[in-house]
Every structure is written in structure tokens, then in C-alpha cells.
């Protein structure tokens, strides 16, 4: 499988940041470790945020770091202590330890 494939895309609108995408994104990290997300024309324009204090946002309140923010799209995983092992063997061909 390819990294496209694995990743699961969850996208911010107009709506912002609610508790219910919190959740999602929450969910999604539990079960795959990385997640990518990105911040739709609507979100940008009303939030009042640039991209970085978005990332940030999210990783504080996600307890999640921020592997790459390119364009309008941030890249969160979560820490070593909070994935398995299955995970990170699967995770490990994109994900450098660099970052």
C-alpha cells in the first residue's frame, strides 16, 4: 500500500473546529497513529488563524505532534508512547524519525 492509501484525510470547513471533528480526529489517531488534515477555503476565511496557529491548536489539544505542515494541509501523529508497536511498523516507511 502506498502512503496515499493509508492516510485518512479529515477536512475543517466552515464550521471550524467543533467537538465533533476534535473526536474524529481523536479517533482516527487512536487507530492509525498519523492523520492528515486539511483546512478547507471556508475554514481559513472565517477563523481568523494562519495554518501554523491551527497546528498548533490541534496538536495541544489532540496531546499530538506536528510532523509537517505544507499549504493548508498539517500532518499530526501521535507520540511513541501512545501507538502500539503494529503501528508504528506500519507507519515506519513514511514517517522519519527526523521529523
Same mark, same amino acid.
Given at each position: ?41 471556508? #475554514? ?27 499549504? #493548508?494541509?498539517?500532518? $499530526? ?16 516507511? #513514511? $514517517?522519519?524519525?527526523?521529523?
Amino acid at each position: 500500500m502506498s502512503m496515499k492509501e493509508e492516510l485518512i484525510t479529515v477536512r475543517i470547513g466552515k464550521r471550524g473546529i467543533s467537538c465533533g471533528v476534535i473526536r474524529e480526529l481523536r479517533t482516527v489517531l487512536k487507530k492509525r497513529g498519523i492523520v492528515k488534515v486539511k483546512l478547507l477555503k471556508n #475554514f481559513r476565511e472565517s477563523s481568523g488563524m494562519n495554518r501554523w496557529e491551527v497546528a498548533k491548536l490541534l496538536s495541544e489539544k489532540l496531546k499530538a505532534k506536528i510532523v509537517e505542515v505544507r499549504g #493548508f494541509t498539517v500532518l $499530526l501523529k501521535l507520540p511513541e508512547e501512545h501507538t502500539s508497536g503494529r503501528l508504528r511498523s506500519q507507519n515506519r516507511k #513514511f $514517517l522519519r524519525k527526523d521529523l
